[in-house]
């Protein structure tokens, strides 16, 4: 029996995940979504932070064809919601309170900044961390969902057969 799993999701995922025009690709888009669809089928935990969430919006409201990008930001819209209210399809990590922000940033310089991880890329990577040592412990298995190899070096337990585009 294989370990369940827990998935961190990077805006890159998100991007094939939503298909946004200009960030996507039909390769990456079909194997991303068949990911997931395998995923929920495991019954994996899904974890998206703010900063990612703020990420795709800002991409969508980039998209030149406005019946596209309004369709886009109403499937954004409405996973949110579904999220927040029923904790599908995925659980959204809430944004920081001011301590654990300070803490953030400390670790954005201390441990990130150098390997060139920004600051909401420092997010995913202490949310995949904190998810490992407090919640999901052996058998469990944390991953990052990016195609940022410098991000994927980072999580908390190698994925076999990881994606990276």
Same mark, same amino acid.
């Given at each position: 029996?294989n ?69 886009? $930001?109403? %499937? &954004?819209? @409405?996973?949110?919601?579904? *999220? ?5 399809? +995925? /659980? ?10 300070k ?24 949310? $995949?961390? %904190? &998810?490992? @040592?407090?919640t999901?412990? *052996? ?5 990052? +969902? /990016? ?5 994927k ?7 076999p057969?990881a994606?990276?585009?």
């Amino acid at each position: 029996m294989n370990a369940p799993q827990v998935y961190v999701i990077d805006t890159s995922y998100l991007l094939e995940l939503f298909a946004v025009p200009g960030c996507s690709t039909k390769e990456a888009v079909d194997e991303i979504r068949s990911r997931f669809a395998d995923a929920v089928k495991r019954s994996a935990r899904l974890y998206l932070t703010v900063p990612s969430i703020y990420e795709l919006a800002n991409h969508i409201s980039h998209v030149p064809n406005g019946n596209v990008r309004l369709s886009l $930001a109403k %499937r &954004l819209r @409405d996973d949110v919601l579904s *999220s927040l209210e029923e904790g599908v399809p +995925w /659980t959204i990590v809430p944004s920081q309170q001011l301590s654990a922000f300070k803490k953030l940033v400390v670790s954005f310089v201390d441990n990130h900044i150098l390997g060139g991880i920004d600051l909401s890329d420092s997010t995913l990577i202490d949310e $995949a961390r %904190r &998810l490992k @040592d407090t919640t999901y412990r *052996s058998p469990w298995r944390v991953h990052i +969902w /990016t195609k940022d190899k410098r991000l994927k070096a980072r999580e908390p337990d190698s994925e076999p057969r990881a994606y990276l585009g």
